[in-house]
């Protein structure tokens, strides 16, 4: 949260959105991570294509902004087996919840989704709650 200020946060949020909305409107496609990940691991189809277009611009759009720009200095406090234990848990709950934050908070909230309303009210109060333990409760 070095860098955080909210001119930049208003603008990536209007990007995301603007994004996920064009998505929908262009292609009748939720910008859900979780289901395009699935829908491309679940079976080859005629689908194949624009979900690993869509995915390689995920992983490509940094690298590119690192051409022209610096990136942010990464840092990790957590140990290699927690992290993966956190992303079965993630991968999980994605699962469960029928999406993930992104499926769910930027295009379900976006289209009035009482599902999905329910799902990000879960989303965060269990994220707030995971970091009131681990970070102040507990000390890890």
């Not at 699935?38 to 189809?45: H, M, Q, R, T, V």
């Not at 690192?66 to 927690?82: D, E, I, M, Y």
Request: proline share 4%.
């Amino acid at each position: 949260m070095d860098g955080f200020t909210p001119v930049s946060a208003l603008i990536g949020g209007a990007m995301i959105g603007t994004s996920a909305a064009l998505f929908l409107i262009l292609n009748g496609r939720i910008a859900g991570i979780s289901g395009i990940l699935g829908g491309l691991l679940a079976s080859p189809s005629r689908e194949t294509g624009w979900r690993v277009a869509f995915l390689a611009g995920l992983v490509l759009a940094p690298l590119a902004y690192g051409l022209v720009a610096r990136l942010p200095a990464v840092t990790v406090g957590a140990s290699l087996p927690l992290l993966a234990v956190a992303g079965l848990l993630v991968g999980f709950g994605s699962r469960l919840g029928s999406g993930c934050t992104s499926g769910h908070g930027v295009c379900g909230l976006g289209r009035l989704s009482p599902r999905s309303m329910a799902a990000t009210v879960t989303f965060m109060t269990v994220a707030i709650l995971t970091v009131l333990v681990t970070r102040h409760l507990i000390g890890a």
